[in-house]
């Protein structure tokens, strides 16, 4: 009888991969296509954020059930299945941010509370949330929910700190890694290993997204000007490669069962519950703190005797001329039938609105909600594999009422 236990607790643990270096590589590769792809299938495809929800939606249920029904760990479908959450925990903070016009601020908490939620109740009936004690599928339903709350608060977090703080990605990406470079190296000094990995785990997230917006971005905006599409090829290719090299080689299976696995639980340490109350204290603390300041230097850069995120105060004459011109421009490139110039033209609009953002938001949100409403239009007409002049022609001069 123990032995037929003993099999069935190898069986479920090999689903889950050893942590190494190439689990945190393709991690993060995984991060930053899964965004690309939503962008694809709501811009490019013109599915729209409900169409591009569903869809990913359904092939993630799939790839689930393949991922419950397995009795082994399968890089092509655990990886698969970690590429679909990726997409769809991001969906699901931009139909909250887009659809339902929820600040970032508001989702960032909510999911917050959610993690937090799901892992007091994982230990609660567990007594453990290590990665390597997943050998029953009550665990793995709470892996898998934990993941997705991971993917749906990075993406609220560092869409927070990048577009409505108006940080940018490069410094949200800086910021990033100096937290999980402070996470290692507690870990090195004695940090508990659950905890870190997990802070980590989350942190990678808005890493993906500053990485391939470098790679992605024009030389004038401080990238490496490779575009999109050249960016999502190489980095699906390269986890292609990883995905390959591990399921021939084995260097990311769990050869045995630890030690806490075969217990089912984690011994009772006094000292870690404390390390995870000052952990999650100073993150909380410097998290408001850096919001604090951030916050108050976009008030401060309000024009004077104008009150923050008034319904009536104007934007600046200087962005609205900017976006008009990039608009007025993408315009007339519909009109002289040339997509492929109106594309690389709206591109333009797409980043200095982005570079704009945050600042034009705390002036007026009303207005602010009206021009990303109808920006976004505009990108997924003008964007789409085949474009329809006439739908283009109408998002466009729709842009520029409400701009006027």
Known sequence: MKSIQSNEMKRMLSKVPEVTIYFWIIKILCTTVGETAADFLNVNLNFGLTGTSIVT?????????????SKQYIPSIYWLTVFL????????????????????????IVFSAGLVSTFILWYANEKTLSIHSIFTKRREAFYWLTILFTFALGTAAGDLMAESLGLGYVVTGAIVCAVIAIMTASWRLGLDAVLAFWIAYIMTRPLGASIGDF?????????LGLGATVTSVIFIAAILLLVIFL??????????I???????????????????????????????????MRHSSLQDALPSGSSSSSSTQAFPQDDISNFMRITEDTLSLVQAGNPSAAKTRVSDLE????????????????????????????????????????AGKASLEALISVLN
């Not at 959450?85 to 989702?107: A, K, Q, W, Y």
């Not at 790679?215 to 990238?223: A, E, F, P, V």
């Not at 399921?247 to 045995?256: A, C, F, M, N």
């Not at 009772?268 to 703190?289: D, E, H, M």
């Open 247 to 256: 399921s021939v080689t084995k260097r990311d299976l769990i050869p045995t």
């Open 351 to 390: 980043t200095a609105w982005d570079k704009a953002a945050a600042r034009l938001k705390s002036i007026n949100k009303t207005k602010w909600s009206k021009v990303d409403n109808a920006i976004d239009k505009v990108l997924r007409q003008v964007r789409a594999v085949h474009p329809d002049a006439t």
């Open 85 to 108: 959450i990726s997409i769809f925990g991001t969906l699901v903070t931009d139909n909250l941010t887009d659809n339902l016009g929820i600040p970032l601020e508001v989702s960032t």
């Open 258 to 292: 630890p030690t806490s696995a075969k217990t089912a639980t984690e011994p009772k340490r006094f000292s870690v519950k404390w390390q995870v109350i000052v952990v999650v204290a100073v993150l909380v603390l410097a998290a408001g703190t850096g919001y604090y």
């Open 57 to 69: 939606g359904v092939f993630l249920l799939v790839a689930m059930y393949v991922q419950f029904k």
């Open 215 to 223: 790679l992605s971005q024009t030389q004038d905006n401080g990238g």
